[in-house]
């Protein structure tokens, strides 16, 4: 198993990036996510598993 995949193959932003910065910055949302890391900004196809990340620290 991978513990840290890459989620956004587009802009190589791999998991603990993400929960870093939605820690770090309190971040709620996708376009949130995008604009500080540009993950989910390319051809859109991570944005399900950027949200299922937000869902697992914000819930
Ligand atoms: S894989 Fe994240 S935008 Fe394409």
Not at 5 to 31: F, R
């Amino acid at each position: 198993m991978v513990e840290n995949p890459v989620i956004c193959d587009c802009n190589d932003v791999c998991k603990s990036d993400i929960v870093d910065k939605i820690k770090d910055k309190n971040l709620k949302t996708i376009n949130e996510v995008g604009k500080e890391l540009d993950a989910g900004t390319g051809c859109g196809g991570c944005q399900f598993d950027i949200q299922d990340i937000l869902n697992e620290i914000n819930n």
